[in-house]
């Protein structure tokens, strides 16, 4: 079976770098705004964080995505144990 991560992307608190759109195309994208959308993913209205769900073949772009972001707005968490990698 394979692994299912969980993104958890801040949108309030994105200042538009842009370094997720530049080293995960796929999965994010500059907005008119200035801010970037992560693509496909569902706002919890609870949290208020977008959120969206990834398997491995996308994990190694997600990490540098979110590792890259200055202000730490991408999260992504295991889905099995509940951590938070990033």
């Known amino acids: 079976m394979a692994k299912i991560y ?14 997720c759109a530049a080293l995960n195309p796929e999965n994010f994208t500059m907005n008119d705004d200035t801010k970037a959308d992560l693509i496909g993913a569902t706002l919890n209205e609870k949290t208020g964080v977008w959120e969206k769900e990834i398997t491995e073949a996308e994990y190694e772009k997600m990490m540098a995505a979110a590792g890259g972001c200055p202000v730490l707005v991408i999260h992504v968490i295991d889905k099995e144990t509940g951590e938070r990698l990033v």
């Not at 969980?6 to 370094?19: P, Q, S």
């Open 6 to 19: 969980r993104i958890e992307y801040d949108r309030n608190n994105c200042i538009g770098a842009g370094i």
